[in-house]
């Protein structure tokens, strides 16, 4: 039995799908939003400005202000990065994700708990979305659901993008592991991120302690096959005197590096998110990137359901490589050279206790734009890399 035929059916409740959905219903489409039940994305949870002022986010989502970063080098040397003026908010994507879901909830989107199968067509034509409800037995009958559009946002290893989009065109993964603590009452600082580049914790990546008020991540990130990302967060556990706080969760999933050449199936599906693969490379930075590439694919399905044109659909790909496309491809730069060895990662945190090193980064991590304003704190900034790449700095 075939019921509502709905505009546009997102598939995957993370920040990305829940942004298109919300954008959508406000517009008046008719949205189903459907999202696998107790799935929490292992994440760091840092949000800047930018993502807390263009996506409306209340300050009781913030459970941590991260005032401050510390770059662990190697050789355990420590460089302090603190941000004047300002704060990166902290989420817990548990609570974060179904605040998103409930809003757009409120703003008309029909919220539908399930896994998704596989993407059928109708004796029309028209997309037929087949998910698994809870609790159904592989023998009981799927539900299948009518749309105009599709957006898949289910994650990098998106099934609708399986079902929809051309094969070989998969995003290399790095895969991330963390581990929820409860955070001890003295001795850590709740204001600060700790980021680790050091080999023996991840030897294409980096591990981190990110504050999440009571609580905090403990994680690490690799692509390398192999290696044991529990290891390397019962390791950083142990060292930083966290072995013996409560594990709340654990959770892990692969993160893409790279965008999709292609988000669209150039007819009625398009992919957002962590699917599109939209993380930042060297940082692993997800969360804006995935609500921005939600808004960009909500705006283009608009265009598609208004003028019936296929093409439309491309616009979010295009759109998002413009406004973003040169900062991802100086952190994929920065990625390949500066994790390729413990020699060069010493280097890199050397480098980022250049106080112009700081304030330009910072400057371009809290507003999502490349600083310009400063010709000659380039200059330098560009001599000292030069430096360090020929090897005749100092370490």
């Given at each position: 039995?075939?019921?509502?035929?709905?505009?546009?059916?997102?598939?995957?409740?993370?920040?990305?799908?829940?942004?298109?959905?919300?954008?959508?219903?406000?517009?008046?489409?008719?949205?189903?939003?459907?999202?696998?039940?107790?799935?929490?994305?292992?994440?760091?949870?840092?949000?800047?400005?930018?993502?807390?002022?263009?996506?409306?986010?209340?300050?009781?989502?913030?459970?941590?202000?991260?005032?401050?970063?510390?770059?662990?080098?190697?050789?355990?040397?420590?460089?302090?990065?603190?941000?004047?003026?300002?704060?990166?908010?902290?989420?817990?994507?548990?609570?974060?994700?179904?605040?998103?879901?409930?809003?757009?909830?409120?703003?008309?989107?029909?919220?539908?708990?399930?896994?998704?199968?596989?993407?059928?067509?109708?004796?029309?034509?028209?997309?037929?979305?087949?998910?698994?409800?809870?609790?159904?037995?592989?023998?009981?009958?799927?539900?299948?659901?009518?749309?105009?559009?599709?957006?898949?946002?289910?994650?990098?290893?998106?099934?609708?993008?399986?079902?929809?989009?051309?094969?070989?065109?998969?995003?290399?993964?790095?895969?991330?592991?963390?581990?929820?603590?409860?955070?001890?009452?003295?001795?850590?600082?709740?204001?600060?991120?700790?980021?680790?580049?050091?080999?023996?914790?991840?030897?294409?990546?980096?591990?981190?302690?990110?504050?999440?008020?009571?609580?905090?991540?403990?994680?690490?990130?690799?692509?390398?096959?192999?290696?044991?990302?529990?290891?390397?967060v019962k390791t950083l556990r142990a060292?930083?005197?966290?072995?013996?706080?409560?594990?709340?969760?654990?959770?892990?999933?692969?993160?893409?590096?790279?965008?999709?050449?292609?988000?669209?199936?150039?007819?009625?599906?398009?992919?957002?998110?962590?699917?599109?693969?939209?993380?930042?490379?060297?940082?692993?930075?997800?969360?804006?990137?995935?609500?921005?590439?939600?808004?960009?694919?909500?705006?283009?399905?608009?265009?598609?359901?208004?003028?019936?044109?296929?093409?439309?659909?491309?616009?979010?790909?295009?759109?998002?490589?413009?406004?973003?496309?040169?900062?991802?491809?100086?952190?994929?730069?920065?990625?390949?050279?500066?994790?390729?060895?413990?020699?060069?990662?010493?280097?890199?945190?050397?480098?980022?206790?250049?106080?112009?090193?700081?304030?330009?980064?910072?400057?371009?991590y809290m507003n999502k734009e490349l600083?310009?304003?400063?010709?000659?704190?380039?200059?330098?900034?560009?001599?000292?890399?030069?430096?360090?790449?020929?090897?005749?700095?100092?370490?």
């Amino acid at each position: 039995m075939m019921t509502q035929t709905y505009d546009v059916i997102v598939v995957g409740g993370g920040p990305s799908g829940a942004t298109a959905a919300d954008d959508l219903a406000r517009r008046g489409r008719t949205v189903a939003l459907l999202d696998r039940p107790g799935r929490i994305k292992p994440c760091g949870g840092a949000i800047p400005p930018r993502l807390i002022r263009d996506f409306a986010i209340p300050e009781n989502l913030l459970v941590a202000r991260a005032r401050s970063a510390r770059m662990v080098a190697p050789s355990n040397r420590a460089v302090d990065m603190p941000i004047e003026n300002g704060f990166v908010g902290m989420v817990d994507r548990e609570m974060f994700d179904e605040w998103l879901r409930l809003r757009a909830a409120q703003a008309g989107a029909e919220r539908l708990t399930g896994t998704f199968e596989t993407l059928e067509r109708d004796q029309d034509g028209m997309a037929l979305v087949v998910y698994r409800p809870p609790g159904a037995a592989a023998h009981e009958r799927l539900t299948r659901l009518r749309a105009r559009c599709v957006i898949g946002a289910d994650g990098a290893n998106s099934a609708v993008a399986r079902a929809a989009m051309p094969k070989g065109d998969e995003p290399r993964n790095v895969f991330a592991y963390h581990e929820i603590v409860r955070f001890p009452k003295s001795g850590f600082d709740g204001s600060r991120c700790d980021i680790y580049y050091q080999g023996r914790l991840s030897p294409d990546f980096y591990a981190w302690i990110f504050p999440h008020g009571d609580t905090a991540s403990i994680g690490v990130g690799s692509a390398r096959k192999g290696f044991s990302l529990r290891d390397a967060v019962k390791t950083l556990r142990a060292e930083t005197d966290l072995a013996s706080c409560e594990t709340l969760r654990r959770e892990g999933a692969p993160i893409p590096l790279r965008p999709r050449r292609r988000w669209d199936n150039g007819r009625d599906v398009l992919l957002a998110g962590d699917a599109a693969g939209v993380v930042a490379p060297a940082s692993g930075e997800g969360i804006y990137y995935a609500m921005v590439g939600g808004r960009l694919a909500a705006d283009a399905v608009e265009e598609f359901l208004v003028t019936g044109k296929a093409r439309a659909l491309a616009l979010a790909r295009k759109r998002f490589l413009k406004a973003h496309g040169l900062v991802f491809w100086i952190l994929g730069i920065m990625q390949y050279f500066w994790y390729g060895s413990d020699a060069r990662r010493e280097r890199f945190v050397k480098i980022c206790a250049d106080p112009d090193v700081q304030k330009l980064t910072w400057e371009s991590y809290m507003n999502k734009e490349l600083a310009r304003k400063k010709p000659g704190a380039h200059l330098r900034i560009f001599l000292n890399d030069l430096g360090h790449l020929l090897g005749l700095a100092r370490t």
